[in-house]
Nanobody, 126 residues
Framework: QVQLVESGGGLVQAGDSLRLSCAAS????????IGWFRQLPGQERDFVGR????????DVADSVKGRFTISRDNAKNTVYLQMNSLKPEDTAVYYC???????????????????WGQGTQVTVSS
């Protein structure tokens, strides 16, 4: 079983950048699709982006396209979410999640992910 721990959140100003990390433990990490989601209090957890096991395929939500990128280093068991040109509406708790199926097609919903980190707060001030 893979365990995930996010880090790198914080308070920044609009236009700044942050890089979130998702560190994994477990021998099968390299086979997982890793996704990023974000959530505001009282709201649903929204898909931000994902990366396949090799790192060759990535997918991000339209709301962050052109600003956020995802990468992974399987040797370090870590996935990164690089967030540029941050906006106040990007404020949320960010979660990384693992899909042990390794499958890619049409799997961006929260129910497709069976392992979750504890989340890291990102706050963007205007």
């Amino acid at each position: 079983q893979v365990q995930l721990v996010e880090s790198g959140g914080g308070l920044v100003q609009a236009g700044d950048s942050l890089r979130l990390s998702c560190a994994a433990s477990g021998r099968t990490f390299s086979s997982y699709v890793i996704g990023w989601f974000r959530q505001l209090p009282g709201q649903e957890r929204d898909f931000v982006g994902r990366i396949n096991w090799s790192g060759r395929s990535t997918d991000v939500a339209d709301s962050v396209k052109g600003r956020f990128t995802i990468s992974r280093d399987n040797a370090k068991n870590t996935v990164y979410l690089q967030m540029n040109s941050l906006k106040p509406e990007d404020t949320a708790v960010y979660y990384c999640a693992g899909d042990s199926s390794g499958m890619w097609y049409a799997r961006t919903g929260v129910l497709h992910y069976d392992t979750w980190g504890q989340g890291t707060q990102v706050t963007v001030s205007s």
